[in-house]
């Protein structure tokens, strides 16, 4: 992407007690951020902090040395229009800043649906079915029809089903048996997402990720919010490069990367657990403009 072209990042508040936007450069140049918002906004940079009023304009530095700078709006901000400039964009790349529940109401009704389940008198149930309605921690939805799920009994099966999902077809065996990650892709199938989740153990930069990557950034840019949870731990540099540039080149693409910590001063046991408990959730769901491509 280039580094002029306008960028749009949204936060949610939905219940938040408080909201932390993190800021970091992605590259090595210094880059200086100055903007306004519609509510109060405080700064965190460098040791210290401050408030900026609304209306107020603001200005900082991310020097890409691995320097932060955090932003906590505030219950009434909903907007903050600013312009990034560095050696890359002297003239000044523009951000919008917005609060999604204002900005796109439709996808924060969805964001804050909350199921209360209807579950049957546990006496008379079978061992398995009380275990079934059993709430416990793995309990994350309700009792739902199973419909007609499709088993795949193939990782290549299972690769391209993601690849359909995204592009509006497979690719075929011998372009997957090439293992070319910068093989030509066709997208005039594919279809017009409003939204893609996708939640994985890992996410690798090999030809399977690679491909995956492409797929989403195609979508990324056409403007489409994506949602990427992986495990930290498990992630390798050029694994991180891959997701941390697509997060910084599209701010509609929220990375998420979970890590288990320890309690300070938990047992060595515990300790030891931060390198094996990881994020087993594997999912890709898609939300298209024609409901009969949503996935």
């Avoid at 804050?112 to 921690?137: H, I, K, M, Q, V």
Wanted: aromatic share 6%.
């Amino acid at each position: 992407a280039r580094p002029s072209a306008p960028r749009i990042f949204d936060f949610s508040g939905l219940q938040a007690r408080s909201v932390e936007i993190v800021l970091r450069q992605a590259g090595k140049q210094p880059a200086d951020i100055e903007g306004i918002c519609d509510g109060t906004l405080a700064i965190r940079a460098g040791g210290g902090s401050r408030t900026i009023a609304m209306g107020t304009a603001f200005r900082f530095r991310l020097s890409g040395e691995d320097d932060t700078v955090s932003l906590f709006p505030s219950d009434g901000l909903n907007r903050c229009t600013a312009r990034i400039r560095s050696s890359l964009a002297p003239a000044g790349a523009p951000l919008t800043i917005r609060r999604e529940e204002a900005a796109d109401p439709a996808l924060a009704a969805f964001d804050s649906r909350y199921e209360r389940c209807t579950t049957p008198n546990p006496t008379g149930l079978d061992a398995l079915s009380r275990a079934f309605y059993a709430s416990r921690w793995l309990s994350q939805t309700c009792a739902l029809p199973i419909g007609k799920p499709r088993l795949l009994r193939k990782s290549r099966d299972g690769f391209n089903a993601k690849v359909e999902a995204l592009m509006g077809a497979p690719l075929s065996d011998s372009a997957i048996d090439k293992g070319d990650p910068e093989l030509p892709l066709d997208f005039s199938k594919a279809p017009r997402l409003k939204l893609i989740y996708l939640s994985s153990l890992e996410f690798k930069a090999d030809f399977s990720g690679r491909i995956i990557e492409r797929l989403i950034r195609h979508h990324a840019a056409l403007g489409t919010k994506v949602r990427i949870l992986v495990t930290d731990v498990l992630e390798r540099d050029k694994d991180d490069a891959m997701l941390h540039r697509l997060a910084a080149e599209f701010p509609n693409v929220e990375l998420q990367e979970y890590r288990w910590r320890a309690d300070r001063g938990a047992p060595i046991d515990e300790q030891i657990s931060q390198l094996h408990k990881v994020h087993h959730v594997k999912m890709l769901a898609t939300l298209a403009d024609d409901p009969r491509r949503s996935r």
